[in-house]
């Protein structure tokens, strides 16, 4: 993971799996998520992803309790995340970029090549938090969430094990082919906004 110049506080927080078996665990989580997303999965189908590990999470701990939550699964070796929050008041403290370490070290210790996850078009502060953790806005999608939900586009953020090469999987004509891309330059739309 790149390193970063952190002059500012960070909030301590240890990072750690989820405790999938533990009904407490799971209903903070919940509560975690649903205050965190207009769009959430129902609760029963939230817990029930845990419970059967189709999905997986970490939690940031904060003087014993949960104050981040990250949702993620496996296909093959590669990781897709589901959704990543920090309760309100303990935003912008470094626990969501934590989180993201650890998830960077669940990829390497796997030996997958990525990580990938779609951020709403507005959602500026997820794009920072991802960008800062080294992933790349990859492709913008058009129509990807229901029109009756939001008419927004979507961006697929990707963390890449090995920096040097971007790769991603190409739907074309039905069937899906793996593409090989340059080196990212860093500068997209996301980019100049910031500059
Ligand atoms: C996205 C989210 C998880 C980030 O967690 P966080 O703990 O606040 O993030 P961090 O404090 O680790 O910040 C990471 C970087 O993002 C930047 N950032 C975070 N929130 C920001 C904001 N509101 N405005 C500007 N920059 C922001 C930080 O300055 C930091 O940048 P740096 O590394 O260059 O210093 C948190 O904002 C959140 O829970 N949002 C609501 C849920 C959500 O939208 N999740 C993402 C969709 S899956």
Not at 36 to 50: A, G, I, M, Q, Y
Not at 71 to 90: G, N, P, T
Request: net charge positive; with cysteine; hydrophobic share 35%.
């Amino acid at each position: 993971m790149q390193e970063r110049n952190r002059e500012k506080t960070q909030l301590p927080v240890s990072v750690r799996m989820l405790n999938a078996d533990n009904p407490k665990e799971r209903s903070c989580a919940w509560k975690i998520e649903r205050g965190s997303f207009k769009f959430t999965d129902t609760r029963r189908v939230f817990e029930e992803n845990l419970k059967s590990r189709t999905c997986y999470g970490l939690v940031a701990v904060h003087h014993g309790r949960i104050i981040g939550i990250t949702i993620y699964s496996f296909h093959d070796k590669d990781i897709e995340l589901h959704s990543i929050a920090v309760e309100r008041e303990y935003q912008k403290m470094g626990a969501g970029s934590q989180m993201l370490a650890k998830l960077i070290d669940v990829l390497i210790k796997k030996r997958g090549k990525r990580i990938i996850t779609v951020v709403r078009e507005i959602n500026l502060e997820a794009q920072i938090c991802f960008r800062s953790s080294g992933f790349k806005a990859t492709e913008v999608i058009q129509d990807f969430y229901p029109p009756e939900k939001t008419t927004e586009n979507c961006y697929i953020m990707q963390y890449f094990a090995d920096p040097r090469e971007v790769y991603f999987k190409h739907k074309c004509g039905g069937k899906a082919t793996v593409r090989k891309f340059p080196i990212f330059n860093g500068q997209n739309r996301i980019s100049q906004l910031l500059s």
